[in-house]
């Protein structure tokens, strides 16, 4: 993965992460189709384990959650 598009995966993480509502989701999601691939969904799960480490089990949950549905 080059750091562009590692950075771009980050990037999509980070808005996730700024959802104030679940309704909010599935149009960033839409408006950034072309980042969603094996890539991303490895990232997640990464962030879901760093966040479950730090005792955050609903951001982790949230990240797995979303994973498995993409």
Same mark, same amino acid.
């Given at each position: 993965?080059?750091? =562009?598009? =590692?950075? +771009?995966? &980050? *990037? &999509?993480? *980070?808005? $996730? ?11 960033? $999601? +839409? +408006?950034? =189709?072309? &980042?969603?691939?094996?890539? $991303?969904? =490895? ?14 089990? *609903? !951001? +982790?949950?949230?990240?797995? *959650? &979303?994973? !498995?549905? $993409?």
């Amino acid at each position: 993965m080059d750091k =562009q598009h =590692q950075e +771009a995966h &980050l *990037n &999509l993480i *980070n808005k $996730l992460l700024n959802c104030t509502s679940d309704e909010e989701i599935n149009p960033i $999601l +839409a +408006a950034n =189709q072309n &980042l969603i691939d094996s890539e $991303l969904i =490895q990232m997640m799960e990464y962030v879901a384990e760093v966040f479950k480490e730090k005792g955050d089990s *609903n !951001r +982790a949950n949230f990240f797995i *959650n &979303l994973a !498995r549905q $993409l």
